[in-house]
T-cell receptor, first 116, second 111 residues
Framework: GAVVSQHPSWVICKSGTSVKIECRSL??????MFWYRQFPKQSLMLMAT?????????EQGVEKDKFLINHASLTLSTLTVTSAHPEDSSFYICSSGSGGAADTQYFGPGTRLTVL | KQEVTQIPAALSVPEGENLVLNCSFTDSAIYNLQWFRQDPGKGLTSLLL?????REQTSGRLNASLDKSSGRSTLYIAASQPGDSATYLC??????????FGQGTRLTINP
């Protein structure tokens, strides 16, 4: 199956700093990438959908100015958590799809963010 | 708004038993339903995908069924093994590849 990587796998930062998380599709072109957040012992919640070359679409309640998403190429999407606070501490997972309702999504291994 | 519920939240069984995990969803207008496995601190691995027109899918010891009209799906695991221990998530797609996830069932298989 297709491989999606995320970097870093974990990050610890101080409150007020910004953190960038990368999501790469290694062996296929991802026209669409999705960013999810998962709090401990909770399920995944979709944050935003990004399409290559266009602005991301954010789910209700997700601050677009706080969670900046860039999808500049068919193999790379980045999520930047700006001015991070302890409540942003979570597990962030990306997934890639090539488009179409019948396609399965391929998930990255996730990035654990801890904000002190 | 679509809501996905998984029962039970946690399950612990001895090795070798057959078991069933349940998933229900409130809006039957779905494109497909998927079952995923998530190991602690890891990403998701897709196990089975059932299109809305299908009733079931099988892969090895796993069998997933879908009753769209009643908003239910089950994941059947035969002859469970300790390596099956993980959290199992079901998710429905309602279009544009957006997935709505249940909260998962934490499965522990005891040797």
């Amino acid at each position: 199956g297709a491989v999606v990587s995320q970097h870093p796998s974990w990050v610890i930062c101080k409150s007020g700093t910004s953190v960038k998380i990368e999501c790469r599709s290694l062996d296929f072109q991802a026209t669409t990438m999705f960013w999810y957040r998962q709090f401990p012992k909770q399920s995944l919640m979709l944050m935003a959908t990004s399409n290559e070359g266009s602005k991301a679409t954010y789910e209700q309640g997700v601050e677009k100015d706080k969670f900046l998403i860039n999808h500049a190429s068919l193999t790379l999407s980045t999520l930047t958590v700006t001015s991070a606070h302890p409540e942003d501490s979570s597990f962030y997972i990306c997934s890639s799809g090539s488009g179409g309702a019948a396609d399965t999504q391929y998930f990255g291994p996730g990035t654990r963010l801890t904000v002190l | 708004k679509q809501e996905v519920t998984q029962i039970p939240a946690a399950l612990s069984v001895p090795e070798g038993e057959n078991l069933v995990l349940n998933c229900s969803f409130t809006d039957s207008a779905i494109y497909n339903l998927q079952w995923f496995r998530q190991d602690p601190g890891k990403g998701l691995t897709s196990l089975l995908l059932i299109q809305s027109s299908q009733r079931e899918q099988t892969s090895g010891r796993l069998n997933a069924s879908l009753d769209k009209s009643s908003g239910r799906s089950t994941l059947y695991i035969a002859a469970s093994q300790p390596g099956d221990s993980a959290t199992y998530l079901c998710a429905v797609e309602q279009g544009a590849q957006k997935l709505v996830f249940g909260q998962g069932t934490r499965l522990t298989i005891n040797p």
